[in-house]
């Protein structure tokens, strides 16, 4: 498949009071055209800094890409100079963030904001800007664009200037899109209407999305492939059904389990993974998550398992095989069954 | 078919506590300088329902329904516009600020925030044991020996006394917290989307300890939260709310698999499902929540709705 993005052994390294630490670890994916790929984990597990990386964004905020290659179309964004990277950003690749509020300027109009964008990046009229700026915002689910178009961020409320936000986003006509946690602080309704936006986006506009996301049900709803990340490295990628019918890795499988089904029993005990996540100054040796692994071997707090093809899938775990083992007994137990959150004996 | 519950809390055991017509209304600021202000945010608009010993009640609603609102005027952490809230049937609206401080001990709350909740200065003996000097209820060794009753009974190391809310993670913060509104053992506790702010590998601990906890504690509980399919694993019966108002309130398993109104369908129909199998048919809401300032776009017709 023609891939869009290829991003090889990446590490992003912030300087902190006690030296570097690495957000990022020797992070290695690719993504193809016309494919969304979510990338999953909670805070600290380097989800974010993967994709400030790519934007080359880290730079304003003390990080710097100590190692790897990102790979565009080609061309590395790791060696590109702040001048080409501008032209890139917004253009080729936009981004969009979580809190659409700050997100915006307060003292422009959002005519003012998507006009703007579309400038910087066509060579066209303000009079055709306006025009496309119009289009964009119908496009994006907004009604009555005119009216729209002159009013402030202020005024409207928090999944319209998501919409905003992508209309601006939208206004270079990028290959990629990259959303960062774009629906966490909207609720539930307005969540839904910006995810079937971003896939609308995606069908018409044969778009790549790259959506980073803490949500497992986002992901299961979205992505075709799933990236799952803990304390700055991929433990596992997986297309989402196979994820979901079998998770390779423990973290995963601790991650699915410990959300509660709709479907699921009620009131009993969750399964949970013990401990919290280790701060990134404070990464155990060997793998990430041994401390936390019901799994854990000596060997897995010595050595960190490297991320490896396992058919059509990667994971990064020494005991994928036990792991498999323990699932298949269990169905063999319930006579193969779907299984029930919930009720699973395996203790995290 | 559904309406013979079985084993429904309702059957079983009385109500603890009783709201009637509750209204919390706040003044909007603005308007005109002379003419007062008589423009109001009708935050909770005329809520009436019970809560029967021993349950968790879940409210949910988007943000903006008023659902924080309710909790903390039923604790009269705010102060009601109107209607009247009993506990073991003595209207609690009715108490003077002496009166009401004794009856604190048997009403708490947990709060979302452990990061905000916590006072930074205080170790966490003192953010829990400040509750016993409050109410006066223990002293000196007696007072640590329980501190670190409730620092164990939450899970965590009692060794710990010590330490400040900094040295602890989100997770482990929101322990501390639900130590410290149950020190007192109370018999009723609002948890305001306690796990809302954690993250997924540690709400579900979270979660496990307040079941337990119940469950040892025989506490009634009115559990805040939008996650419905966390609301959904706690609750014995959910009630939903929508622009101050409560829309529907019933068992869990008849919200969650028979909803009645139209606004608990599409709440329903978006949850983002975490399994791709089970992708349903959404009913995507149109528009936005209106603003309970403009009440007149308050009411909920069906055709608005859907």
Redesign the interface.
Known sequence: MDKILEIDNLVTAYQGKEGFVHAVDGVSFDLNRGETVCIVG??GSGKSVTSMSIMRLVEFENGTIKEGTIKFNGEDLAQKSNEEMRKIRGSKISMIFQEPLTALNPVFTIGKQITEAILFHHKVGKKEAYRRAEELVRMVGISDPQARLKQYPHEL?G??RQRVMIAIALASEPELLIADEPTTAL???????I??LLRSLRRDRNMSIMLIT?????A??MADRIIIMYAGKIMEISK??DL?DQPLHPYSK???D???????Q??V??????G??PRLNEVPKGCRFSP?CPYATEKCHAEMPPLEARGDRQVACWHVDRLLQDESLKNEIKGGGMDESGVKELSY | MNQELKNSPTEQSEPLLKIENLKKYFPIKGGGYFKGNKKVVKAVDGVSFEIYRGETLGLVG??GCGKSTLGRNILRLQEPTEGRVFFKENDILAYRSHEMRKLRRQMQIIYQDPFSSLNPRFTVGEIIGEMFDIHGVAKGAEKEKKVKEMIELVGLDPSRYHSYPHEF????RQRVGIARALALNPEFVVADEPVSAL???????V??LL??LKEELGLTMLFIA?G???V???SDRVGVMYLGRIVELSE??NI?DYPAHPYTA??L???????????KE?I??KG??PSPANSQAAAISEPDVL
């Open positions: 909670e805070s409320s999944g319209m609720d539930v309704t307005i969540e839904a209407q995810l079937e803490h949500d497992i049900g986002v299961a709803e989402t059904q979901f601790g991650l699915l410990s959300v509660p089904r709709m479907d699921g009620r009131g005990p969750l399964n949970s993974i013990k919290s996540i936390r | 988007e943000s993670s989100g997770g482990q993250d997924v590998s540690v709400q579900s601990q979660i496990n079941m337990k939008h419905l399919n966390v959904r694993h706690i869990t398993d969650f599409a709440l129909s978006t949850v983002p499902e975490a399994d791709p199998r089970l992708k959404r995507v809401l936005e929540v």
